[in-house]
């Protein structure tokens, strides 16, 4: 999506809370097959939880950093900052799905790896309301 569709908060809240549902659907889903101890099943959805990750939210942190977040400091410098600590959060959330990547990889799927996935919801549902509080208020 281009910078002025992500302008629109309704249109960008939508995006958000579309890709939060399916992250928590999938973790759902991660948890009943950790209980069932179905370890191979659950490592097979965790890497379709990454993908997730990686397709919808983090393709659109890179969206918004490369358009519009610009747009908004160059039409209101003084949310420089308030786009700087929305950045950070992107890079937190890249950072955690590349240690969920790097845990899968050495460990496989386990109540530990769902633990970070549930960070990761947690990072994102707060950075969303940030993101479209100072959406609304420009
Ligand atoms: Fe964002
Ligand atoms: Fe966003």
């Avoid at 302008?7 to 889903?29: F, G, P, S, T, Y």
């Amino acid at each position: 999506m281009t910078g002025p569709a992500l302008k629109k908060v309704d249109d960008h809240a939508a995006i958000h809370e579309a890709a939060l549902n399916e992250a928590k659907e999938l973790n759902a889903i991660l948890f009943k097959l950790l209980m069932k101890d179905q370890k191979e099943k659950a490592l097979e959805v965790a890497h379709v939880a990454i993908e997730h990750w990686e397709t919808r939210t983090l393709r659109h942190a890179e969206a918004e950093e490369t358009g519009l977040y610009k747009d908004l400091v160059n039409e209101s410098p003084e949310l420089k900052d308030s786009v700087t600590a929305l950045i950070r959060d992107h890079d937190t959330m890249r950072y955690l799905v590349k240690e969920i990547k790097e845990t899968l990889e050495t460990d496989g799927m386990s109540h530990e790896v769902l633990q970070q996935f549930h960070t990761l919801i947690h990072v994102d549902m707060y950075h969303n309301l940030e993101e479209e509080r100072i959406l609304s208020n420009h």
